[in-house]
């Protein structure tokens, strides 16, 4: 889920700009009072480190689609990047005193159901999925990271980094269309599919977990407006196309 790329217009996010109030600076000590954000906090860190475990995991089944044996070795590098995201998520989890199996549980269906629906069929899609789709989700919780608390925000933008998936991927996706010129038709196509599944099931995600649904509408932490949801996905939009436009396809 998270092998993504920071997107261009990143210093235009919420987690940058200067100056936190309310829960977003206070530290987890103190912000964790409130059984209700912590609850939130929970089902974000279990979303993520059940993201990040199946991110490793497509991963290493992407690595049997590679055509050479320096792109397999690569892919099983990011591989284990993401494994070590999930073990710093898993560590946090107990660390507050909360089973990470448990936590995690509640979202094993909805990301096992993207997956399902957005297997790829081929190299060309693992490496587009990886780099538009999963970036996609990372750019949602790095907007939710910036209502968190001190502790919390660090953690979620830590295992947000990308893993080095983001240049190989638009390397290998533009040389494919040099090569031919029709891949990128098939590509652009799978891509757009991808931003609606990858947007569909972050709204399936926040829409089960009611402390997490109340905090990004400001019932707890300072959440979104409704003008700020709006501004919010104008913002992942962005990066999106931006990402379509360094792979070399129409967004």
């Not at 295992?159 to 190989?168: A, I, P």
């Not at 031919?180 to 609606?196: F, K, N, Q, S």
């Not at 919010?232 to 792979?247: D, G, Q, V, Y």
């Amino acid at each position: 889920m998270t092998s993504s790329d920071k997107p261009d217009n990143a210093e235009d996010t919420p987690e940058t700009s200067a100056g936190h109030t309310g829960v977003a600076a206070m530290d987890w000590a103190a912000a964790s009072a409130d059984p209700q954000y912590r609850a939130a906090v929970v089902d974000l860190l279990g979303a993520l480190a059940y993201g990040e475990l199946a991110a490793f995991e497509r991963l290493a089944e992407d690595a049997k689609l590679a055509p050479t044996l320096s792109d397999k070795a690569e892919l099983a590098k990011m591989a284990s990047a993401e494994f070590h995201h999930f073990e710093r998520l898993r560590d946090r989890l107990a660390e507050i005193g909360e089973e990470p199996t448990l936590a995690m549980e509640p979202f094993v269906a909805a990301y096992d159901g993207f997956h399902k629906q957005t297997a790829p069929s081929d190299w060309l899609e693992g490496l587009v999925k990886a780099y538009v789709g999963d970036s996609i989700a990372s750019d949602f919780y790095r907007e939710v990271a910036a209502r968190l608390d001190s502790d919390s925000r660090a953690l979620v933008l830590a295992v947000l980094d990308d893993t080095g998936h983001g240049g190989f991927a638009v390397e290998k996706v533009r040389a494919a269309i040099d090569a031919d010129p029709r891949v990128g038709g098939r590509l652009a196509l799978w891509a757009r599919r991808l931003m609606g599944e990858a947007l569909s099931q972050s709204q399936r995600v926040v829409a089960d977990r009611d402390a997490l649904s109340t905090m990004l509408v400001g019932g707890v932490a300072d959440g979104f407006d409704l003008a700020e949801v709006g501004r919010m996905f104008s913002r992942i939009t962005e990066a999106h196309t931006k990402r379509m436009a360094a792979l070399g396809l129409a967004a």
